[in-house]
């Protein structure tokens, strides 16, 4: 196994044993973060992704933000273009369905289709990241793809504070985040 797919298992596995009130309590403290970080910078339409296999839970930033009155984008897996992302309007009674991977995601709908360009800031999950902002993901590249656009805005890691690493080995794709959020700390590049 590569380090990279090493270091993909281990940080899945200590994501996942997270106990239920761990998750809970990460889950609202970034809902304040992100509330707090969108009102500062100035962010009216962000993307964020719906969480699964232990990633911090981002149900209660979504909700808040919409309290907030910022719009949210959630990616969908490409219909065609395979390996790429869509951003859709995201709104309380959006139609859902189940991807190919288990993640809930919109049902394509082309009127809330919403332009890279559009987006003042993509959240991206991530399984490791270290203090320089490099990212480790899934290993689909979906979001290495989608940030290497120069339609992409400023891209923001979001993560639990174990899914970081002293320094991760980086290849020539991967695409540097400007920040990573986490439970109890902003890092900004
Ligand atoms: N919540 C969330 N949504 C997301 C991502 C993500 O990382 N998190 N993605 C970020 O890119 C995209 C989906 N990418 C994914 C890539 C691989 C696997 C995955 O489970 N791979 C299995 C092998 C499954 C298979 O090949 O069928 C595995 O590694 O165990 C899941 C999602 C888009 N949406
Ligand atoms: N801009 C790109 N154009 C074409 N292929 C790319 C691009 N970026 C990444 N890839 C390919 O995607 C594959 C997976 O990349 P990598 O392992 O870095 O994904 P990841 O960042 O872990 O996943 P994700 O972004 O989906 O969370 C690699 O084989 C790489 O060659």
Known sequence: MDT???IRQQMRDARRALSAEQQTQAEHQLATQLVNFCALKQLS??????????EIGTKAAIQALWQADVQVALPILHPFSQGH?????????TPMRCNRYGIQEPQ???SAVIPLA??????????????????????????DRTLASDHAPK???????????????????????????????????
């Open 85 to 93: 992302l869509l951003f859709i309007d995201y709104r309380p009674d």
């Open 45 to 54: 339409r962000v993307a964020l992704y719906l969480s699964f296999d232990g």
């Open 4 to 6: 990279r797919q090493a």
């Open 118 to 143: 559009q987006l003042d800031a993509i959240f991206t999950p991530l399984v490791a990241f270290d203090s320089r902002g490099n990212r480790l993901g899934m290993g689909g590249g979906f979001y």
């Open 155 to 189: 891209a923001y890691g979001l993560a639990h504070p174990i899914q970081e690493q002293r320094a991760l080995p980086v290849e020539s794709w991967d695409q540097p985040l400007h920040g990573i959020i986490t439970s109890d700390k902003i890092f900004e590049l």
């Open 108 to 110: 394509l709908d082309c």
